[in-house]
C-alpha cells in the first residue's frame, strides 16, 4: 500500500477516504498521526486553501497529500459565507450560530438561491507542480426553518428542489452519491485512476 496523508483531523473525512482510496491502494494517514499541525487558511477561495493545506501536509511528511475545502455560497449574499462557512458567526464554531446569521441576513430576501461548494487537491509530493485538483458544486435553496436530523452544518437550512427535502433528510447514501463533496471526490478518483497515481 501507498501511503498518503490527509491534510485534516476529521474522523469522518478520514473514514469515507480510507474507504474510497483503499481499492486504489492507498492508505489514508491523518495529519495529526505523523505530527502535523494544522494549516493556515488565509486565503479568499476555496482552491487556495486547500492547495495550502495539501502542500503544508506534504512539506511537513515528504509524502503525497490529499485535502479539501468546502462551503456554501448564497447567491444574496455574494457568495458568502464561502470559506468562511465553518466560522461564519465567529469562533468558537458553532453550526446553530452559523445558521441563526445566516437566517438572520438572508430575512426579507427573495432569492434563496445557494450551492454547497467541495474542492479536493492532491499533491504527489511538496513540490508537485501539478496537483490533481477536482470540484463538485450541489445547488439548492435556503429556508428558513430546519428540516431533517442528518447532516451536518447547513444541511437542515439546505433545501434541494428535485428531492423535495433538505439535505437532512436526504438518506446517507443518496447524499454522498450526489453531494458536492461526492462529485468532487468522483472526479479525483477517475484522474487517479486516469494517470496511474
Avoid at 495529526?32 to 503544508?56: C, D, I, Q, Y
Avoid at 490529499?66 to 455560497?73: F, Q, T, V
Wanted: with cysteine.
Amino acid at each position: 500500500m501507498k501511503k498518503l496523508v490527509m491534510a485534516s483531523n476529521n474522523a469522518g473525512k478520514l473514514r469515507e477516504f480510507s474507504a474510497l482510496l483503499a481499492p486504489l491502494g492507498w492508505e489514508v494517514i491523518p495529519q495529526s498521526a505523523l505530527g502535523v499541525s494544522e494549516a493556515e487558511e488565509p486565503h479568499h477561495t476555496f482552491v487556495e486553501n486547500a492547495l495550502a493545506k495539501a502542500r503544508h501536509a506534504a512539506v511537513q511528511t515528504g509524502l503525497p497529500a490529499l485535502a479539501d475545502d468546502s462551503g456554501i455560497c448564497v447567491a444574496a449574499l455574494e457568495g458568502a459565507p464561502g470559506v468562511y462557512s465553518a466560522r461564519f458567526a465567529g469562533e468558537p464554531k458553532s453550526d446553530a450560530r452559523n445558521n441563526a446569521l445566516l437566517i438572520e441576513k438572508l430575512a426579507g430576501v427573495a432569492d434563496r438561491r445557494a450551492h454547497y461548494v467541495c474542492v479536493l487537491v492532491f499533491v504527489r509530493g511538496p513540490n508537485d507542480p501539478q496537483p490533481i485538483i477536482a470540484e463538485g458544486e450541489w445547488h439548492g435553496q435556503i429556508i428558513d426553518t430546519p428540516l431533517g436530523e442528518g447532516g451536518f452544518g447547513y444541511d437542515p437550512y439546505f433545501f434541494l428542489p428535485a428531492h423535495g427535502m433538505t439535505a437532512a433528510q436526504l438518506p446517507a447514501a443518496q447524499k454522498n452519491a450526489t453531494s458536492h463533496r461526492g462529485v468532487a471526490v468522483e472526479t479525483l478518483l477517475a484522474r487517479l485512476r486516469a494517470g496511474g497515481v
